[in-house]
C-alpha cells in the first residue's frame, strides 16, 4: 500500500490528485520494473518507517536518458545527508550500467533540493509555468552528461 502525504508544496485539493497521478505512475513502474535498467532503493528506519526512495527509471536510457523519479526524504530525514545518499546510489547506478544522460522534472521554490542537485553536477535544462496541481508552480527540468561525449563524434574530415 502506498501512502503519500504533501509535505513541501502546498497544493490544497490538487495535493489528492497529485497523490492519485503518483501512486498509480509508481505502482505502474514497480509493476514493469527491469532490474537490468531501473533501480527503486527505499531507505527506513529499523523499525520499518519510511526515511526516504530514489528511482531511476531506465526505460529511455539510450534516447533521452535516464529518468531519475520520486525522489523524497521525509522531514524527519531531511538535513542528515540521506538526500546525497541516496542521490550519489541512484548516479552510480546509471554510471554502472553506461548510462549517458540523467534528468529530472522539479519545481522551483524546494532550494534545497535543488543545491544537490547542482553540487551532482545537474544543470537546470527548461523552465515553464505550470498549473496541473493547483496553484501554478514554476516546473523545472535539470539534466546531468554521465558520460563525456568522443570529441570525434560528430566532426567532419576525419
Same mark, same amino acid.
Given at each position: 500500500?502506498?501512502?503519500?502525504?504533501?509535505?513541501?508544496?502546498?497544493?490544497?485539493p490538487?495535493? #489528492?490528485?497529485?497523490? &492519485? /497521478?503518483?501512486?498509480?505512475?509508481?505502482?505502474?513502474?514497480?509493476?514493469?520494473?527491469?532490474?537490468?535498467?531501473?533501480?527503486?532503493?527505499? &531507505? /527506513?528506519?529499523?523499525?520499518?518507517?519510511?526515511? !526516504?526512495?530514489?528511482?531511476?527509471?531506465?526505460?529511455?536510457?539510450?534516447?533521452r536518458? &535516464?529518468?531519475?523519479?520520486?525522489?523524497?526524504?521525509?522531514?524527519?530525514? #531531511?538535513?542528515?545527508?540521506?538526500? /546525497? #545518499?541516496?542521490?550519489?546510489?541512484?548516479?552510480?547506478?546509471?554510471?554502472?550500467? !553506461?548510462?549517458?544522460?540523467?534528468?529530472?522534472?522539479?519545481?522551483? !521554490?524546494?532550494?534545497?533540493?535543488?543545491?544537490?542537485?547542482?553540487?551532482?553536477?545537474? /544543470?537546470?535544462?527548461?523552465?515553464?509555468d505550470?498549473?496541473?496541481?493547483?496553484?501554478?508552480?514554476?516546473? #523545472?527540468?535539470?539534466?546531468?552528461?554521465?558520460?563525456?561525449?568522443?570529441?570525434?563524434?560528430?566532426?567532419?574530415? !576525419?
Open positions: 500500500m502506498v501512502r503519500m502525504r504533501a509535505i513541501t508544496l502546498k497544493l490544497g490538487s495535493a #489528492q490528485n497529485l497523490g &492519485a /497521478k503518483v501512486a498509480a505512475d509508481l505502482a505502474g513502474f514497480i509493476l514493469n520494473m527491469n532490474p537490468d535498467q531501473d533501480l527503486l532503493f527505499v &531507505a /527506513k528506519r529499523p523499525d520499518e518507517r519510511f526515511l !526516504g526512495s530514489i528511482v531511476i527509471d531506465g526505460a529511455d536510457y539510450a534516447g536518458g &535516464a529518468h531519475l523519479r520520486w525522489f523524497i526524504v521525509s522531514p524527519e530525514a #531531511q538535513r542528515t545527508g540521506l538526500g /546525497k #545518499q541516496l542521490l550519489d546510489r541512484a548516479l552510480g547506478f546509471c554510471r554502472e550500467r !553506461g548510462y549517458h544522460r540523467i534528468y529530472l522534472y522539479t519545481f522551483a !521554490g524546494l532550494d534545497s533540493a535543488r543545491r544537490l542537485y547542482e553540487q551532482a553536477g545537474f /544543470k537546470l535544462k527548461e523552465e515553464q505550470a498549473e496541473t496541481w493547483g496553484p501554478k508552480m514554476r516546473e #523545472q527540468c535539470f539534466e546531468m552528461e554521465l558520460l563525456p561525449h568522443d570529441p570525434f563524434e560528430n566532426s567532419e574530415g !576525419g
